[in-house]
């Protein structure tokens, strides 16, 4: 499979480049960064949405889906990105939010002015006979998940902001029209598709509460239909191109529902993106709150994702970071003492693994989180709307601010940094987010003297050299270290073993015997590992403070350390 061997680089378009100077990146600055796009070695661009909208969730309240926001630029400049990318090869994948629209979407418009068949796109229930709303689901941005449909004593559903209907897909005209959406994607030379929340399309036709103490996303999410949803849309569209890649955003999910989207013999999509291993630092398994990261938990999640999905024939797609997640290196590691360890470091683990690899911006020049001191400097209405929660929960200004600054979505979306200076190369003008750290941290630091961008580069090229990076099976390893996340790849009598330091410590972990005559396919450091011989023969390799390590070994035999 094609996608095997690929990587696809994200760009938040708002954040990336602006070429005109009011603070608000756009597609010509994404085509003024084509090469160094292409200069990563990727071979698709995830655009986060970039369509009109009122912009309440930052473009995912999409008012027009086959437009182009006048202030992301025009369909010319979109059409020209195409072929700009297209020149070195690489595709671009749109992202496609289909599980609702704004409300100022002309469909939901038309359904507010009484047009009986615009109402039935969207989830329309009266109220219960003592007046409660329709369920007692909550929204994913606080608040009850129901909103008065004007003055009709009805309710319309929304799993997101207050001004983001939730779609009928159980409404044919809706399937169709969401078909026709992405058609017209296709017809502007699109051949990727990332589809947002698509695991929670499959409402049923009677909408059922939570049972108390339950969670609520038990009762709309992974429904049985959200398959025959997909596989209907894969025949009317994007499944009629023989290499279009596509992947699903599934939000509390699990592996069997995950194998089932993903498995090539049931046309759904090619890989699913899993939010798990990006729990393991919320307390009691809540967003809106602080806790160091649980190594065990997250070395358990991503060891069961990759046996489950490899199990079922299903395909993960890899990654640390996007556009709704705080930085990772300021999760799970130390960029303070050990950024640039840190950062490449959390990269092996996740290139070397069985899936296919997505880098955020700036990831691979290791940015941080932005060090904001004011509640004021955070504009994401999900961050705005905990804070406001955290205090009514009675938390005070400081603590909730504290949570807020570890897990705003604006971390991930201050601006790229190009280069050092006021509009950190992003903007001649204000920047709509403040940079984090450019005078510390930029591409062109990097591109001078910096080790965090050529490892990326590296990795991104040995997925294309190695089959056993991209084709080979997964197998787990030294699962109860305390230290060190490892794991093996075997393909075709190539053996690869990788070890992953998450310390600022060192540490030493035991080698299989076969890899104990292996050569160091890539380490984020320079000298040669140190073994640690007992009675004469090499046992173990000492890691240095966040160390990676990835030994390969080739043996036309099959190890007798491999438990298949
Ligand atoms: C997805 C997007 C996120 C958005 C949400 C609602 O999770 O990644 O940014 O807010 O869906 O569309």
């Not at 029209?177 to 990332?194: C, H, P, S």
């Not at 999509?269 to 729990?279: N, T």
């Amino acid at each position: 499979m094609s996608f095997h061997d690929s990587v696809v680089y994200q760009v938040y378009p708002r954040s990336f480049r602006d070429s005109t100077g009011n603070g608000v990146g756009d597609l010509r600055g994404v085509i003024e960064k084509v090469p160094y796009i292409a200069s990563l070695g990727v071979d698709h661009v995830w655009l986060n949405p970039f369509f009109p909208s009122p912009g309440r969730d930052n473009g995912y309240d999409v008012s027009d889906y086959r437009a182009v926001d006048p202030a992301m630029g025009t369909m010319e400049d979109f059409e020209e990105l195409v072929e700009a990318l297209g020149g070195h090869g690489i595709g671009v994948m749109v992202d496609m939010v289909l599980n609702h629209t704004s409300t100022e979407h002309e469909w939901f418009r038309r359904a507010l002015e009484g047009d009986k068949h615009y109402q039935d796109y969207y989830i329309l229930r009266p109220a219960r006979a003592d007046g409660a709303l329709p369920t007692n689901w909550v929204s994913k941005f606080g608040g009850p998940a129901w909103a008065p449909f004007g003055d009709t004593g009805l309710y319309y559903l929304h799993l997101y902001d207050l001004t983001q209907a939730d779609l009928n897909w159980r409404n044919p005209a809706v399937r169709a029209e969401v078909a026709d959406i992405v058609n017209f994607w296709r017809g502007k030379g699109v051949r990727g598709f990332r589809f947002d929340v698509i695991n929670v399309i499959g409402k049923s036709e009677v909408l059922l509460d939570a049972p108390p103490g339950t969670d609520d996303r038990a009762m709309y999410t992974d429904g049985p239909d959200v398959h025959t949803y997909l596989r209907e849309l894969a025949a009317a569209s994007f499944g009629r191109d023989p290499g279009t890649v596509t992947v699903g955003e599934m939000s509390s999910t699990s592996i069997e529902a995950c194998v089932g989207y993903s498995d090539p013999a049931n046309h759904e999509l090619d890989m699913v993106f899993s939010f798990h291993h990006l729990k393991v630092d919320y307390a009691e398994g809540q967003k809106w709150t602080t806790m160091d990261f649980d190594l065990p938990a997250l070395k358990r999640v991503l060891n069961d994702w990759a046996v489950g999905m490899q199990a079922g024939g299903g395909w993960n797609a890899l990654f640390w970071n996007n556009h709704d997640q705080p930085r990772a290196l300021n999760r799970f590691a130390d960029p303070g003492r050990y950024r640039v360890e840190s950062a490449t470091m959390l990269a092996t683990v996740i290139h070397l693994m069985r899936g296919t690899p997505y880098v955020y911006m700036g990831e691979e020049i290791g940015m941080t989180d932005p060090a904001y001191t004011s509640i004021g400097d955070y504009v994401d209405v999900e961050a705005l709307n905990a804070y406001q929660e955290l205090l009514t929960q009675g938390l005070t200004q400081e603590e909730a601010f504290d949570v807020v600054r570890a897990k705003a979505r604006d971390n991930a979306r201050t601006p790229m940094q190009w280069e050092p200076g006021p509009g950190a190369g992003f903007t001649r003008g204000t920047p709509w987010l403040r940079p984090a750290n450019q005078d510390q941290v930029s591409v062109e630091a990097e591109e001078r003297q910096g080790r965090i961008l050529p490892y990326y580069r590296r990795l991104i090229a040995l997925r294309k050299q190695y089959p056993v990076v991209s084709e080979g099976s997964y197998e787990p390893y030294a699962l109860d270290h305390p230290d060190v996340l490892a794991y093996q790849r075997h393909h075709e009598g190539q053996h690869l073993l990788v070890l992953c330091s998450f310390r600022a410590y060192e540490t030493t972990i035991e080698v299989p015997a076969d890899f104990q005559d292996s050569r160091v396919l890539v380490s984020n450091y320079d000298d040669e590992p140190t073994w640690l011989a007992s009675d004469g023969a090499d046992v173990a390799v000492r890691l240095r403070p966040y160390q990676a390590l990835a030994l390969l070994v080739s043996c036309p035999v099959r190890s007798s350390l491999q438990t298949d």
